[in-house]
């Protein structure tokens, strides 16, 4: 009797054993389900690169993962939901809302209601901003949009009716009325005055390049067949090129904004996320008559490929790419172009959970009445545990209080560079040859590889500048007052 007890002990044991063990195999060997279905691909885009972004579970963060980290009051434990992201990215169900706390929409530590406040809040400012737009272009909020040009640069608007014509039915899309009040806006379309203030003239010339960027966007994507979605994109742009009159609108800025108008259902959050994205890279569409912004990051990603593969940069500089021109759209758009629709998703939300700052809400807001403000923050007194793993090397070596903190984006490029590094020194004989490389890398990209291995080469980018800057300081500190102190003597 007492030997089957134990007998029965014993196999209860080994069970109670066995069973997670095999449940953590099973999770460790899950293949995962791919979230194509999620963004429905037109059935005659053929050529659309294979996603490679699985939902797993137990790595993927879940909708019940994500509401388990909210207290009762709505406190978000932003720690470990940064940690699960960079595990296995976000579940597509749940991706808008998880977006919204990354990129800085909302503070971690406020609550259900005070969301709901500024929710509520900003839906209001965006609906008084597209009114104001509305006013200036009747078209703004009617359901269409224009592909040609509307004004002249003078200020004379554009009467032809063959030309508004043209510009509403272009692409074969349908522009027949939503809502009774469109024909009106129609004949006040046609009825613009001429305009002499500079400010409206700047934003009316952009709107048609908006309308023509807006029919190429993702237009492999079910989503894009309805006229509705192209229009939301349409105004959500043509109103950030209102308010943001430094940057206006600029060509990327489709791809950038509209994976926000299929994750959030509201086009007033829609607009919020991408305008707090902008304040990340609205410094890369900044463009003067001398430059354009983004040449600042090409002259860093230089530095940062001279440092970690000085062989490579002086290939590239012996071809005449020194300025990294090839490289501009993927800072542009952030690599948009070279991955799939789902898998450049992915790639965000890890750079944006690798370099979260959990002072980024409060930076935003204090900041909400300058843009200029708020391209960067400085360091401040923060829970490490609370941010990015990126952000914490950069905390942790002092890189922080440097005036612009170095983006993750360009080590990602770095890391491609480093690793067609090879192939490019072996068969690249001119600009062109580096330009067809690093495009056949489109659709073979890893976007969890490619964070690592930017992750890598910043620590290594980082250990280098401090090494060099220890060198100099102790030049400077013994070296050179020594040798001045002999000179003396010897004079």
Known sequence: MLTSVVDTTSHCLLVSCV???????????????????????????????????????????????????????????????LRRIYRGGVHPSIRGEVWEFLLGCYDPKSTFEERDQIRQRRRMQYATWKEEC???????GSGRFVTAPVITEDGQPTQDPLVLKE???????????????????????NNLEKVTDKLVIQWMLTLHQIGLDVVRTDRTLVFYEKQENLSK???????????DKDVGYGQGMCDLCSPMIILLDNEADAFWCFERLMRRLRGNFRCTERSVGVEAQLSTLASVTQIIDPKLHKHLEHLGGGDYLFAFRMLMVLFRREFSFCDSLYLWE????????????????????????????????????????????????????AESPLPIS??????????????LLQ?????????????????????????????????????????SLQLFLIFHIFVFPYDRRKSKLHN
Not at 175 to 186: C, G, M, Y
Not at 233 to 243: E, G, N
Not at 453 to 466: D, E, N, S
């Open 19 to 81: 069973i997670p063990f095999v449940w953590l195999i099973g999770m460790w060997r899950d293949p995962g389900v791919s979230a194509d279905s999620f963004y429905e691909i037109r059935p005659e885009c053929t050529d659309v690169p294979t996603s490679r972004f699985k939902i797993k579970a137990g790595k993927t963060l879940s909708a019940r993962k994500w509401h388990a980290t909210f207290t009762p009051e709505g406190y978000l434990d932003i720690g470990k939901t």
């Open 134 to 140: 509305r006013q200036l272009f009747p078209l703004i």
């Open 167 to 189: 510009t509403n039915s272009a692409k074969g899309l349908t522009v027949l009325p939503l809502d009774n009040s469109s024909p009106s806006r129609t004949d006040a379309v």
């Open 233 to 243: 994109l349409w105004d959500i742009l043509a109103v950030y090129a209102w308010i």
């Open 350 to 401: 890890m750079m944006w959970a690798l370099e979260y700052d959990p002072d980024l809400f409060v930076v935003y807001e204090e900041s909400k009445s300058s843009f200029e403000k708020a391209e960067g923050s400085k360091g401040k007194t923060k829970s490490i545990r609370q941010c990015g793993k990126y952000e914490r090397e950069n905390l942790k070596s002092g890189a922080k209080n």
């Open 410 to 423: 360009v080590f990602l490029v770095a890391s491609v560079l480093k690793d067609k590094s090879a192939k």
């Open 427 to 467: 068969e690249a004989r001119g600009l062109d040859d580096v330009v067809k490389i690093l495009n056949d890398i489109t659709g073979n990209l890893d976007a969890k590889k490619a964070c690592t291995g930017a992750m890598k080469l910043h620590k290594k980018y980082l250990k280098k500048v401090m090494f």
